[in-house]
């Protein structure tokens, strides 16, 4: 990565993607800044013009509209001066999943897996052709646990987890570094736009610790970068007892446990 590449961030009207776009404009990087409202874009990219002299370029999009979503994919396949994507737009649905309506399940899933994944695989092989580039996902610690209750938001971000595993194991080797940011609560819009009351949360992380963080973990070149988790021996826990279960797969044989009595 250069230090004058560009990012492109999507989800950057608001919260923790306005709050990149914010950190990388101080940094001396270039911004295409993705969301819907196009007036609150442009409002950003003024003031951070104006503080950092670095160059802004809008791109309001609806990322679950296919044709919106094909523009910014476009760009990210065409403009050889993006170089970072941080794939940040996500929304949350409150409530129990038969609660939720089919319609509201579709969308969520839409924007949090499908358009991730789409925007990542426009960048990914220009990035891997230039051997350089980042790609960064926010997922969520809702994704390592069902019990949290959210069972649709948690599975698209147990998606972003495993997304991001796999193609770091594939474009690392290529110099384009990948990593997934897993945060906790974190003071932001996203639960009133899905219809939860911030006031009746326990205490909630400041966006800008959060993506602080999340840029010590980028500066490291850190696969998993969990801000609000503690003690990372628990995560090296979980990946090791994953790895040890995976080596005990014996693809031909029915584990004793499943064969019939004779
Ligand atoms: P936020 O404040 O609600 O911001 C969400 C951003 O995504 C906004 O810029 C919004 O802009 C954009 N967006 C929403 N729907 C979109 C669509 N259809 N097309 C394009 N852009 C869209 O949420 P946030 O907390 O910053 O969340 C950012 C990411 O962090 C999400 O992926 C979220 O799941 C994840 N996360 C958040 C928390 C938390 O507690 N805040 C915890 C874990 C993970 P427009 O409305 O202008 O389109």
Redesign the pocket.
């Known amino acids: 990565m250069t230090s004058h590449s560009t990012v492109l961030i ?10 990149y776009a914010q950190r990388f404009a101080h940094r001396g990087h270039n911004l295409v800044l ?5 007036a ?2 442009e409002a950003l990219a003024e003031s951070l013009r104006q503080e950092t002299g670095v160059t802004v370029n809008i791109l ?6 296919p044709d ?2 094909a523009a910014v994919e476009a760009r990210l396949r065409e403009d050889a001066k993006i170089e970072i994507l941080i ?6 649905l409150s409530g129990s999943f038969i609660s939720q309506s089919t319609e509201d399940v579709g ?1 969520l899933v ?3 897996t499908t ?2 994944v789409r925007l990542a695989s426009a960048i990914a092989p220009r990035l891997a052709q230039a051997g350089k580039g980042a790609i960064v996902n ?5 994704g390592l646990a069902p019990e949290f209750g959210m069972s649709v ?1 948690g599975a ?2 147990a998606f ?1 987890l495993f997304l991001s595993q796999g193609l770091s194991l594939e474009l690392t080797p290529k110099g384009v570094y990948v990593q997934a ?13 899905a219809g939860i009351d911030v006031n009746t949360l326990a205490d ?2 400041h ?1 800008d610790d ?1 993506v602080d963080a999340a840029l010590v973990g980028f500066d490291r070149r850190e696969l998993v970068t969990i801000p609000p988790l503690h003690d990372a021996a628990h995560w090296e826990a979980l990946n090791a007892a994953r790895l040890g279960l995976v080596s005990d797969l014996r693809q031909a044989h029915v584990a004793e446990r499943y064969q019939a009595a004779p």
């Open positions: 999507t989800g950057a009207s608001t919260g923790i993607g306005a709050t993705v969301a819907r409202d196009k609150r874009l309001p999009a609806d990322l679950t509209q919106e979503l794939n940040n737009a996500g929304a949350a969308r839409t924007l949090n358009a991730l926010i997922g969520s610690v809702v938001y698209t971000k972003v940011v897993l945060p906790a609560g974190t003071r932001t819009e996203i639960w009133e736009r909630l992380m966006v959060l």
